[in-house]
Every structure is written in C-alpha cells, then in structure tokens.
C-alpha cells in the first residue's frame, strides 16, 4: 500500500495494466520521451519502449482515429488528449466513429478503446484548458464517461476502463491531480463502472457531484451547521447514471442539491435534476437545486475563481435547499 | 566559413537585393522592434516568476526576426492571424505593449480584456486576429481571411488586393485542418501564405519525430499545389530578401503560398519546461546567429547607418517602453465580475439566452 497522488495512482493503473496485458498501449503527444504535460505517463517508455507507449504527432483526429483502429483490430489503446479543449479535433472520431462503430456494424465490431483526458478549471489555465464537457459525451449514446475524485477510485476505475469492451472517456481532475494522497494499494482491484460512492452519509441533504467538485463539496459540508447532516455522493461515473444510488439517498432526504463545474445550462446536472423528479416526486421536500459554473467561457486568470462554483456557494445552495 | 560570413559576403555581391532598397529608417525600425520584443518577453519570463502572470504563456526570444520580417514585408491592412506564441506578432504588428502586457496580466485594459491571456492576442484595428489555442485551427480561418479579401476586391469590387499571413509551428503541420486549408487555398486561388515557424520542437518533440519530409517541407506545398518555399529566418535581410517577392505574387496573382521559415526558440516550450529534448550546446549554438546581433552588425558595420551609441539610445528606449508597459499593467484594474464573466459572448443576445443571468455588454474593447 502506498500513499499516493492522482497522477500516482494512474500511473500506478496503466503499470499494471501494461503489465498484465500485452495488447494495452499508451498513445499521445509527448506520452513517452517526455512524461505527458502532467507527468502521468512518466517512466512508461522507459519501462515498456516505444512500441507500447507510443509518442505521436500533434493531431488529435490522428490519434483518436488510429486508436479506434488499433481498438477494432485487438487492441486495447490508452489515448491521451493534453486538454479537454482538444477533444475539439477529434470530436469527429470518437463521435461519429467510437461511439457508433458497434452500432453500425449492428454488434459485429466493438471498440475498447480508453480515452484519458485531463479535464476542468482552477490551475490558472486560459479557455480550452479549463472546460467541463463530460455533458456533451454523456449526450452520445455508445460512450461511457468516468472522473474519479480520489486517487483510490482513480486506479480501479482506469483498470475498469481499460478491460472495458466499449469505448471509455475518462476524465481527470486536473484540479487535484496533486492535491492530496491517499493510500492506493498496489494490489489489483477495480471500481465497477456505472457505480456512485456515499462519501459521506446523512440524513437531511443528498448532495451529488463529480470530479474536482466532490472536493469543495466536503468544504462546503464543513462551513454548514453541525446539525445539518449531509449525505454526499460520488458519481464515479457520469455515465452510465447510478441512478438507485441517488434515489435511495433522495428517498431518505427528500432534498437534492447538483454541484458541478460546467456551465449550468443543459449540463449533466439536468439531466440528474429530471432523473430525480421522475423517481423521488413524492419524496421531494424541496425544489432540486443546482449550483453550476456560468453560462459563458472559462475566463482566465483573475476572474477564473468567479466562475468556478465556491465552496460559500455550494454551502449557500445546500444550506437554502434544507431550509426550503 | 561560418553562415554568418557567408551571409554577409552574398549581400556585398549583390546589390539588387530587395533589402538593399530599403531606407536606413525602415532598417533600423526592424531593430527597434525586435529589440523591443526580446526585451518584453525577458520581463514577461520575469513578471511570470514573479506571479504577476498566470496561466500559459509562451514567449518569442529567438523568432524576433521572423515575425517583424514578415510584417514587415506586408501592407498594414493585410490581415494577419497566428496561433498562441502570439506576443511578438502583437507588437510587430503595432500592438499598443501596455495592452499586450496587461492581457497576459489579466487586467481589462488587455487587449482581449485581461480574460484570455498569454494567447489571446488581438488587435482588430491592426488587422490582427489572434492569437488561437488550438494548434493548427487557425489555418483554415487564414484561408477564410483570405477569401473575404479576394472577395471583397473581386466580387464587390472594393478594396485593393490583399494577401493574409497565417502562421503556424511545426507541430501544426501534423494537424488535418492544415491539410485541408492548403488543399482550398490552392483550388480557390486564395491569397494567404501559410508561414511554418519551424523552431524544430512541438513541445518535446522534434520535428523529425513529428512530421514526414522535415528536411524538405516544401513538398508538403507540392502536394496541393501551392507555391513553396525555405527561408532562413534568422537573417532579417535574407527573410526579406525572399518573402518579399512571394508576397507580391501571391498579392498580384492571387495564389497561395507555403513557407518553410527556419527558426528557433531559445527558451522552452512554455514557463514549465524542462527541455530534455535538447541540448544546452545546441541552443547556444544557434544563439551564434542571433537575429538582433545580425541585424545590428550589418546595421552598424556595413550600412554604417547607426553608431554602437545609437543601438544603446535603441536599448534604453525600449526597456522605457517595457518599463511603461509593465507599470500600466500592474496598475490598471482586474475585470469587474459583474460586468465582465457575461459579456463578450453574444452580440445580441436574446433574454432567455441565459436562464441564471442576463448577458450584458461590459467594457469596450480598450483596442477599438
Ligand atoms: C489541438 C491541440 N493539441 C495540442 C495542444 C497542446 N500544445 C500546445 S503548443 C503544442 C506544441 C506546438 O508546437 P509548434 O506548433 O511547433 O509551435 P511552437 O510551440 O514551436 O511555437 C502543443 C502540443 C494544443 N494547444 N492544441
Ligand atoms: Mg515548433
């Protein structure tokens, strides 16, 4: 058992992985020589050669393209996008191509294909290296799309992704990539895909959220009167939805409250918010309320802090649905 | 014999050299500019150590000649568009320094209003239009420039012929959207010429890691067609010498172009960079032939146009400027939340756009 970073406990995965799975190859721009932009996949090369941790030119729709080519042919690739903001490129690929390769061919060709993509705001970054488009993915049928928020959850949920048949996002937090540790043991385990996490459990607030955000919830929690007691949920994964996770809890609270980075409008907390109506309307205490960044484009720098949704305003929303 | 001499000895020969033609002051304008370029991003390095900057940024030392070079071989009205390492296309395009230093220092008096960046360069009455993230996005956008021009001049008969520089590094070759510009610009007759800043690094990776025929980029103009070309983009008079007849046929004949413009950056890939991919002895080989110390030699030594005096009068002007930029910069007000986080989104935004907030107009644009 080691205690261990996000970024550790990933590198840790495709280790093991590569380890244990010939077919499992690392593709992307400056992966190898060079570690990856946030180190993740640092040492790879060395360890498994060029063959398998591929270093390849700047060109997204290249990389996803061949990926899901190597996927169909018996492979089992690990992409990497620098920045969610370059999913731009390859939006086509993993769209019109990943997504729907098994449906085209009407089940004939699957694509286990794992996308790594560093994701979301608050290291300084300007737009397009700062944006939460896990809604978008979660919108195309064919894909599944999983954050983890701990260094734990991170390792088992890649090893899932990666022995995944279907193609997987998976986005990281890059956020907390370094923020803190937590002891990831090193012998193999999985987390299910499609499963969410109580973090923390109580009685009067469901509080659901994903990613970086799962973080600044367990603050917010912190600034809230010691009698308001919070049950706090972890998707994992965005999609496929656990939904009974959330139900059951909202059927015990009567009250819910969505906490993520993207903006508000038709973003992934909608979709939970209906989700929610449908099975609990008679166990709802309260309006579904969602605390989400702006309807606009990441700003940088100054102003980034503004947008991201606070710790005061989580503790407001949560504080605001109790009281309802 | 090193280049250097050999440069030097091609330009005594040969006195129909498009350079040769030009004044003293135009000479002499191209120095100031790139010193002041270099003695700007040495105080962006500065100012970004200092967390007066945040986010990424990207400096230009060792490129200088290239961008005012080439903007110097361009009509003021050409539109210009590049990708992120966009500070010295800025300022050699006549961007206000205090405006570019603010942008990178978040300030509303930048030029895109202290919200984007080190990479959010635009200067709309200087016909520069960014600045882009996305390596190799803005190619197909400098074709759109392009035809807009051609358009105008041909179609609504207005306006003389206009040629549009794009630029792009080397990793951007290996972008599709490359491909597919130069397949139109080529087909369509579109007057942009495609500069390739090849610096010979993407990142980590060199450029024969990256892309095919590196030694020869000029067949990748073959491929579609285009005019193609390899310039040394070090020497200043040389750059001119032979982009600037590129640039009048591709202006006259309405035709694009695809330049293989030889470079290097002295500093790393962006402020984090631990540059394991080179070595220290081949950057301070390429610093032998430093641009600025070519152009002030032959300034100073064969024009005999300016004194080692007058290059110090050059040095302290610019580090007044910088100096000015920097304390505008600092001084000046961060955006206001209120008035900034939604504006500049939509230009007629519908109520409704938004359900939590109303869009507003906010500051103008401190450049328009
Ligand atoms: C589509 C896309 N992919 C990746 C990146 C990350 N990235 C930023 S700059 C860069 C290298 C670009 O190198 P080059 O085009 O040679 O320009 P230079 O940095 O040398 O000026 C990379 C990979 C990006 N900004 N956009
Ligand atoms: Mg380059």
């Given at each position: 058992?080691?205690?261990l970073?996000?970024?550790?406990?990933?590198?840790?995965?495709?280790?093991?992985?590569?380890?244990?799975?010939?077919?499992?190859?690392?593709?992307?721009?400056?992966?190898?020589?060079?570690?990856?932009v946030?180190?993740?996949?640092?040492?790879?090369q060395?360890?498994?050669?060029?063959?398998?941790?591929?270093?390849?030119?700047?060109?997204?729709?290249?990389?996803?393209?061949?990926?899901?080519?190597?996927?169909?042919?018996?492979?089992?690739?690990?992409a990497?996008?620098?920045?969610?903001?370059?999913?731009?490129?390859?939006?086509?690929?993993?769209?019109?191509?990943?997504?729907?390769?098994?449906?085209?061919?009407?089940?004939?060709?699957?694509?286990?294909?794992?996308?790594?993509?560093?994701?979301?705001?608050?290291?300084?970054?300007?737009?397009?290296?700062?944006?939460?488009?896990?809604?978008?993915?979660a919108?195309?049928?064919?894909?599944?799309?999983?954050?983890?928020?701990?260094?734990?959850?991170?390792?088992g949920?890649?090893?899932?992704?990666?022995?995944?048949?279907?193609?997987v996002?998976?986005?990281?937090?890059?956020?907390?990539?370094?923020?803190f540790?937590?002891?990831?043991?090193?012998?193999?385990?999985?987390?299910?895909?499609?499963?969410?996490?109580?973090?923390?459990?109580?009685?009067?607030v469901?509080?659901?959220?994903?990613?970086?955000?799962?973080?600044?919830?367990?603050?917010?929690?912190?600034?809230?009167?010691?009698?308001?007691?919070?049950?706090?949920?972890?998707?994992?994964?965005?999609?496929?939805?656990?939904?009974?996770?959330?139900?059951?809890?909202?059927?015990?609270?009567?009250?819910?409250?969505?906490?993520?980075?993207?903006?508000?409008?038709?973003?992934?907390g909608?979709?939970i918010?209906?989700?929610?109506?449908?099975?609990?309307?008679?166990?709802?205490?309260?309006?579904?309320?969602?605390?989400?960044?702006?309807?606009?484009?990441m700003?940088?720098?100054?102003?980034?802090?503004?947008?991201?949704?606070?710790?005061?305003?989580?503790?407001?929303?949560?504080?605001?649905?109790?009281a309802? | 014999?090193?280049?250097?001499?050999?440069?030097?000895?091609?330009?005594?020969?040969?006195?129909?050299?498009p350079?040769?033609?030009?004044?003293?002051?135009?000479?002499?304008?191209?120095?100031?500019?790139?010193?002041?370029?270099?003695?700007?991003?040495?105080r962006?390095m500065?100012?970004?150590?200092?967390a007066?900057?945040?986010?990424?940024?990207h400096?230009?030392?060792?490129?200088?000649?290239?961008?005012?070079?080439?903007?110097?071989?361009?009509?003021?009205?050409?539109?210009?568009?590049t990708?992120?390492?966009?500070?010295?296309?800025?300022?050699?395009?006549?961007?206000?320094?205090?405006?570019?230093?603010?942008?990178?220092?978040?300030?509303?008096?930048?030029?895109?209003k202290?919200?984007?960046?080190?990479?959010?360069?635009?200067?709309?009455?200087?016909?520069?239009?960014?600045?882009?993230?996305?390596?190799?996005?803005?190619?197909?956008?400098?074709?759109?420039?392009?035809?807009?021009?051609?358009?105008?001049?041909?179609?609504?008969?207005?306006?003389?012929?206009?040629?549009?520089?794009?630029?792009?590094?080397?990793?951007?070759?290996?972008?599709?959207?490359?491909?597919?510009?130069?397949?139109?610009?080529?087909?369509?007759?579109?007057?942009?010429?495609?500069?390739?800043?090849?610096?010979?690094?993407?990142?980590?990776?060199?450029?024969?890691?990256?892309?095919?025929?590196?030694?020869?980029?000029?067949?990748?103009?073959?491929?579609?067609?285009i005019?193609?070309?390899?310039?040394?983009?070090?020497?200043?008079?040389?750059?001119?010498?032979?982009?600037?007849?590129?640039?009048?046929?591709?202006?006259?004949?309405?035709?694009?172009?695809?330049?293989?413009?030889?470079?290097?950056?002295?500093?790393?890939?962006?402020?984090?960079?631990?540059?394991?991919?080179?070595?220290?002895?081949?950057?301070?080989?390429?610093?032998?032939?430093?641009?600025?110390?070519?152009?002030?030699?032959?300034?100073?030594?064969?024009?005999?146009?300016?004194?080692?005096?007058?290059?110090?009068?050059?040095?302290?002007?610019?580090?007044?400027?910088?100096?000015?930029?920097?304390?505008?910069?600092?001084?000046?007000?961060?955006?206001d939340?209120?008035?900034?986080?939604?504006?500049?989104?939509?230009?007629?935004?519908?109520?409704?756009?938004?359900?939590?907030?109303?869009?507003?107009?906010?500051?103008?644009?401190?450049?328009?």
């Amino acid at each position: 058992m080691a205690n261990l970073t996000l970024v550790q406990a990933i590198n840790l995965a495709l280790v093991q992985e590569m380890e244990a799975d010939e077919r499992v190859m690392v593709l992307g721009e400056d992966v190898g020589k060079n570690g990856g932009v946030f180190r993740v996949t640092e040492g790879l090369q060395e360890r498994f050669g060029e063959d398998r941790v591929v270093d390849t030119p700047l060109a997204e729709s290249g990389i996803m393209g061949s990926s899901i080519g190597l996927a169909v042919g018996g492979m089992r690739p690990v992409a990497e996008i620098q920045f969610e903001g370059f999913l731009g490129p390859a939006y086509d690929q993993l769209v019109n191509h990943a997504a729907r390769y098994r449906t085209r061919s009407r089940g004939a060709v699957t694509v286990p294909l794992t996308v790594r993509v560093p994701v979301g705001g608050g290291i300084h970054a300007p737009e397009l290296h700062s944006d939460s488009p896990e809604a978008i993915y979660a919108h195309t049928p064919g894909l599944k799309v999983v954050m983890p928020a701990s260094p734990y959850d991170a390792k088992g949920l890649l090893i899932s992704a990666i022995r995944d048949p279907d193609p997987v996002i998976y986005f990281e937090p890059k956020r907390i990539y370094r923020a803190f540790r937590e002891e990831v043991p090193e012998d193999e385990y999985t987390i299910p895909i499609g499963k969410a996490k109580v973090v923390e459990e109580g009685e009067h607030v469901t509080v659901v959220s994903w990613g970086a955000m799962v973080v600044d919830c367990l603050k917010a929690m912190d600034e809230l009167p010691e009698d308001l007691s919070v049950e706090l949920i972890d998707l994992r994964t965005i999609y496929p939805l656990d939904i009974d996770c959330i139900v059951e809890s909202v059927k015990k609270t009567g009250r819910c409250v969505v906490v993520h980075e993207a903006p508000k409008t038709a973003g992934y907390g909608a979709e939970i918010t209906a989700q929610v109506m449908e099975h609990c309307f008679l166990h709802l205490e309260a309006p579904v309320q969602r605390v989400a960044g702006f309807d606009t484009f990441m700003p940088y720098y100054k102003l980034e802090l503004e947008y991201l949704p606070s710790v005061e305003r989580i503790a407001e929303a949560i504080g605001a649905c109790a009281a309802y | 014999m090193s280049t250097a001499t050999a440069d030097k000895d091609a330009r005594t020969k040969s006195r129909k050299r498009p350079s040769a033609e030009l004044p003293d002051k135009t000479l002499v304008g191209w120095l100031r500019d790139m010193m002041l370029i270099r003695e700007f991003e040495i105080r962006t390095m500065q100012a970004y150590s200092n967390a007066k900057i945040g986010g990424f940024c990207h400096v230009y030392i060792g490129q200088e000649a290239l961008a005012v070079g080439t903007i110097g071989s361009v009509n003021p009205d050409d539109p210009v568009i590049t990708a992120y390492r966009d500070h010295g296309h800025a300022l050699a395009r006549g961007m206000d320094p205090g405006a570019c230093m603010a942008e990178m220092y978040g300030k509303i008096t930048g030029c895109a209003k202290g919200k984007g960046g080190s990479m959010h360069m635009f200067d709309k009455p200087n016909h520069l239009y960014g600045g882009h993230g996305i390596v190799g996005a803005q190619t197909p956008l400098g074709a759109g420039l392009a035809f807009a021009a051609k358009y105008e001049h041909e179609v609504m008969g207005k306006g003389g012929k206009k040629v549009a520089l794009c630029y792009l590094g080397d990793g951007a070759l290996n972008q599709g959207a490359l491909h597919e510009a130069m397949n139109l610009a080529g087909l369509m007759g579109l007057p942009v010429i495609y500069i390739v800043e090849n610096n010979g690094y993407s990142m980590g990776t060199s450029i024969g890691r990256g892309t095919t025929m590196s030694e020869d980029l000029t067949k990748k103009a073959d491929a579609y067609g285009i005019l193609g070309a390899t310039i040394d983009g070090m020497d200043i008079l040389n750059l001119y010498d032979h982009f600037k007849p590129i640039v009048d046929t591709c202006r006259e004949e309405s035709r694009p172009a695809f330049i293989d413009m030889k470079t290097y950056r002295y500093h790393g890939h962006s402020m984090s960079d631990p540059q394991k991919y080179r070595t220290k002895d081949e950057v301070e080989g390429v610093k032998q032939r430093d641009s600025i110390e070519l152009l002030a030699a032959y300034l100073m030594d064969d024009r005999k146009a300016i004194t080692e005096d007058d290059r110090k009068a050059i040095d302290k002007e610019v580090k007044a400027i910088v100096r000015d930029a920097m304390k505008f910069a600092e001084e000046s007000p961060v955006p206001d939340v209120d008035a900034e986080l939604y504006s500049d989104v939509y230009v007629n935004p519908s109520p409704g756009c938004s359900p939590i907030r109303e869009y507003v107009k906010g500051a103008k644009n401190p450049l328009l």
